[in-house]
T-cell receptor
Framework: GENVEQHPSTLSVQEGDSAVIKCTYSDSASNYFPWYKQELGKRPQLIIDIRSNVGEKKDQRIAVTLNKTAKHFSLHITETQPEDSAVYFCAARLLDSSYKLIFGSGTRLLVRP | GAVVSQHPSWVICKSGTSVKIECRSLDFQATTMFWYRQFPKQSLMLMATSNEGSKATYEQGVEKDKFLINHASLTLSTLTVTSAHPEDSSFYIC????WGQGANQPQHFGDGTRLSIL
């Protein structure tokens, strides 16, 4: 089955710097890769997603890149702000009728003011 | 936007009690809903896939007799933790797919239920 690995587990950056979180997946047939932000005790919120027919997608300060050959995808946050501090999860969707998402282990991002 | 409502948000009960958690899609129909469990500082672990009108599909290691799932309508799925014990204490979150959207669309999450078993 699909396995998603996420690194780093914790990331501390200075406000204004960039943050990069990386994920790898094992099933080459996976075709949809969302990123979620979760604040303490709250629901995961979708911040950006990418489909396998696209190599990069950007939404203001957030971008995601996908390398299908290497089976990895990354989240890039530029000009980080303290409110970006949260846990970020990557996920991969299996290419079958289950529509299941397999989540990475999460990255705790701390943006220091 | 798509809204998923989950109730209750917090439950504290005695060991041996059964607890029911509801997950509702408020403005869309969801043929498929997912139930996750999240322990502190850990990732979301998929427990089961709830399919409207049919039996749920459980992930390996999840006891189907312990975690009863019912998906009787296109907008409601319930998870019942039967005879709960302290080790069942966790954050339970549901998510739902919009039936009317294509395959590669995001899942919409509920607010989660924090279950504490004394």
């Amino acid at each position: 089955g699909e396995n998603v690995e996420q690194h780093p587990s914790t990331l501390s950056v200075q406000e204004g710097d960039s943050a990069v979180i990386k994920c790898t997946y094992s099933d080459s047939a996976s075709n949809y890769f969302p990123w979620y932000k979760q604040e303490l005790g709250k629901r995961p919120q979708l911040i950006i997603d990418i489909r396998s027919n696209v190599g990069e997608k950007k939404d203001q300060r957030i971008a995601v890149t996908l390398n299908k050959t290497a089976k990895h995808f990354s989240l890039h946050i530029t000009e980080t702000q303290p409110e970006d501090s949260a846990v970020y999860f990557c996920a991969a969707r299996l290419l079958d009728s289950s529509y299941k998402l397999i989540f990475g282990s999460g990255t705790r991002l701390l943006v220091r003011p | 936007g798509a809204v998923v409502s989950q109730h209750p948000s917090w439950v504290i009960c005695k060991s041996g009690t059964s607890v029911k958690i509801e997950c509702r899609s408020l403005d869309f129909q969801a043929t498929t809903m997912f139930w996750y469990r999240q322990f502190p500082k850990q990732s979301l672990m998929l427990m089961a896939t709830s399919n409207e009108g049919s039996k749920a599909t459980y992930e390996q290691g999840v006891e189907k007799d312990k975690f009863l799932i019912n998906h009787a309508s296109l907008t409601l799925s319930t998870l019942t933790v039967t005879s709960a014990h302290p080790e069942d204490s966790s954050f339970y979150i549901c998510s739902a797919r919009d039936w009317g959207q294509g395959a590669n669309q995001p899942q919409h999450f509920g607010d989660g239920t924090r279950l504490s078993i004394l």
